[in-house]
């Protein structure tokens, strides 16, 4: 398996353009994370999906933030309208359970700036 | 969620051993101990998890104390490839990760 997949790795927008980030979990992985990561803050846990299904978005940090798993191997993380606050590194990772002895694999990053 | 506790940096001699602590008073008997690791401008890397007995694997050697109030992660010989961010963090039932800030680890040629 070539591991998660995100896309794409660099992301330049202006500011109040839409933004649509994507992963591809691991084949056969149920659970799906967003993370975001900034020098400020660090690692955030945006949203997690258990089976497709959105299961805790506590994370997500406004309305303008939105997050989809229309199947087991796609999940997009959509910004709109976006900020330059909202320039950041963006993981999505998956793990196989969500079991707590379960190990997640995270994907490379996108990185997103905004102008 | 409860929460770990690490110094923020480190430093240590290429090929000695590495010992990078992390303190969790406020574990409950659920919670397995975790540590990943993040590469410059990569994504984190898992690295060793535990519950009460220590482990180890190809990577590194998972300490914890017999209280599960702290724990140590142990590199047997540091490469400069291991220079990097390491996380320790408490997972309870559900496979939420929260991230403190870690220990940066700087190897030394």
């Known amino acids: 398996d070539a591991g998660v997949i995100q896309s794409p790795r660099h992301e330049v927008t202006e500011m109040g353009q839409e933004v649509t980030l994507r992963c591809k979990p691991i084949?056969?992985?149920?659970?799906l994370f967003w993370y975001r990561q900034t020098m400020m803050r660090g690692l955030e846990l945006l949203i997690y999906?258990?089976?497709?299904?959105?299961?805790?978005d506590s994370g997500m940090p406004e309305d303008r933030f939105s997050a989809k798993m229309p199947n087991a191997s796609f999940s997009t993380l959509k910004i709109q309208p976006s900020e330059p606050r909202d320039s950041a590194v963006y993981f999505c990772?998956?793990?196989?359970?969500?079991?707590?002895?379960?190990?997640?694999?995270f994907g490379q990053g996108t990185r997103l700036t905004v102008v | 969620d409860a929460k770990t506790t690490q110094p923020n940096s480190m430093e240590s001699n290429e090929e000695e051993p590495v010992h990078l602590p992390c303190n969790h008073s406020?574990?409950?008997?659920?919670?397995?101990i975790h540590w990943y690791r993040q590469l410059p401008s990569q994504g984190p890397e898992y690295v060793i998890h535990?519950?009460?007995s220590n482990v180890n694997n190809r990577m590194a050697s998972l300490a914890i104390a017999e209280d599960r109030k702290s724990s140590t992660l142990i590199l047997h010989r540091a490469t400069l490839r291991d220079a990097a961010v390491y996380y320790c963090?408490?997972?309870?039932?559900?496979?939420?990760?929260?991230f403190g800030s870690g220990t940066k680890l700087n190897v030394k040629p």
């Open positions: 990772a998956s793990s196989f359970t969500g079991q707590a002895n379960t190990e997640a694999f």
């Open positions: 084949s056969g992985h149920d659970y």
């Open positions: 999906f258990n089976n497709n299904v959105p299961i805790d």
């Open positions: 406020t574990i409950s008997g659920t919670d397995y």
């Open positions: 535990g519950l009460t």
């Open positions: 963090i408490l997972i309870g039932n559900f496979n939420k990760f929260y």
